[in-house]
């Protein structure tokens, strides 16, 4: 089973960067084993959306409202995912969460200050 920890949240101001990182925890075969990896966030009142993702061969996808400004991407000599999101702005502010397949993390609050 694969645990994940996220970390990197924080309050930023209008136009700044934050990178999240996302730590799997659990065997080799379990980790190995993982697909598909990706973040959502969730703002209050609003449900849960993808932000970006990518699979185990590579693939990225990103949601229309941060293409261009959101980079993901997986390490997997450290088993981390990691999202660089540069150019903020207040509506990106949310939970942020690391999602494995079927497993979640426990989410990381970004803020955003205009």
């Known amino acids: 089973q694969v645990q994940l920890v996220e970390s990197g949240g924080g309050l930023v101001q209008a136009g700044g960067s934050l990178r999240l990182s996302c730590a799997a925890f659990g065997s080799i075969l379990s980790i190995r084993s993982i697909n598909h990896m990706g973040w959502y966030r969730q703002a209050p009142g609003k449900q849960r959306e993808l932000v970006a993702s990518v699979a185990r061969a590579g693939r990225t996808n990103y949601a229309d409202s941060v293409a261009g400004r959101f980079i993901i991407s997986r390490d997997g000599a450290k088993n981390t995912l990691y999202l660089q999101m540069n150019s903020l702005k207040p509506e990106d502010t949310a939970v942020y969460y690391c999602?494995?397949?079927?497993?979640w993390g426990q989410g990381t609050q970004v803020t955003v200050s205009s």
């Open positions: 999602n494995a397949d079927i497993t």
